[in-house]
């Protein structure tokens, strides 16, 4: 539920569908991901805090019992320490229920807050943040243009775990296309080794109709893996996943973009995953290749 007017689209994680949406900025800064078209359509800006009141004030007045609160648009956490304090203090004023405020953060964001901005915002009820990293390669990030190379990007999701907040990171199988898929899977597990995200998805690759990966694609120059492969390319990220026995990382490859749908928690289910990876990709083999992409209208 949010209570925002302004035109544009409005994305949250599935995690946040009883949520109020607070509108705090339109569209993402950065804005620049070549498989992403989500805020393409829109021009960025923070919201003003009389508007940011105005739509917190609208939720008070329908009485909504709000225990949990998503700040959008595509990363809040680009905005100032001290507006998301005082956010972050309006909100907890205005919901005595209130239990968990999170947002998403694109990797630039979180470093331009240091630890103490961090702890901060932990401590005034900044409790959980969702981050692409999407790869933990070098070469693929910087041709995605995410905007940092694999350090940074290691080193933002770091940064977000000491801090104490909680880390929903999410990865992306087949982005690195049928040439890059080998180095994507190994490098992405080594950076989820360092981070140890509380949670980690593995979305499948999307080619959104506007972004720049599918005009790649359509002129012959990207391989988009087949379901096989990309459950290949899983199996690969989850072999190199080695966490440490006492860690408890939710893994999801349950969006609605996966072939196959897989849950359990790292490091306990590694094998239980990977053999059931394994049994989908015997099912996938047995299945004609059907580009998704042809004559598709809705990417
Ligand atoms: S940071 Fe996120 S929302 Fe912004 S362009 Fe990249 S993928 Fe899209």
Redesign the pocket.
């Known amino acids: 539920m949010y209570f925002d007017d302004e035109p544009g689209p409005v994305?949250r994680p599935p995690s946040e569908a009883d949520s109020f949406i607070l509108r705090v900025t339109v569209g993402?800064?950065?804005?620049?991901?070549t498989?992403?078209?989500?805020?393409r359509t829109v021009k960025f800006h923070v919201k003003t805090p009389d508007d940011v009141s105005a739509q917190i004030q609208a939720a008070v007045a329908a009485g909504l019992p709000v225990k949990r609160v998503f700040l959008a648009?595509?990363?809040a956490l680009v905005l100032s320490v001290e507006r998301l304090l005082s956010i972050l203090s309006e909100l907890y004023a205005a919901f005595p229920k209130l239990q968990r405020v999170a947002a998403?953060a694109?990797?630039r964001a979180i470093l331009g807050k240091d630890r103490r901005d961090l702890l901060a915002l932990r401590e005034k009820g900044l409790k959980l943040l969702y981050y692409?990293l999407?790869t933990g390669d070098d070469r693929l990030l910087k041709e995605i243009n995410?905007?940092v190379d694999a350090r940074e990007a290691v080193e933002a999701g770091c940064r977000v775990r000491a801090a104490g907040i909680k880390l929903s990171m999410m990865i992306i199988i087949g982005l690195g296309g049928v040439g890059g898929s080998a180095e994507h899977a190994r490098h992405t597990a080594e950076a989820v080794n360092i981070i140890k995200p509380d949670m980690l998805s593995a979305l499948t690759l999307m080619l959104y109709r506007g972004s720049e990966l599918k005009e790649k694609y359509e002129r012959g120059q990207f391989n988009i893996l087949t379901p096989p492969q990309l459950m290949d390319e899983l199996s690969a990220v989850l072999r190199g996943i080695n966490l440490p026995p006492d860690a408890r990382t939710l893994f999801r490859s349950n969006h609605i973009s996966n072939y196959v749908s897989l849950a359990g928690t790292l490091p306990k289910d590694k094998e239980k995953l990977l053999r059931q990876a394994e049994a989908a990709h015997a099912e996938l083999v047995k299945m004609p290749f059907y580009d998704p992409y042809n004559n598709a209208e809705y990417f």
């Open positions: 994305f993402c800064s950065h804005n620049a991901c498989y992403c078209n989500m805020y648009d595509g990363d998403y694109g990797p692409g999407e995410k905007g």
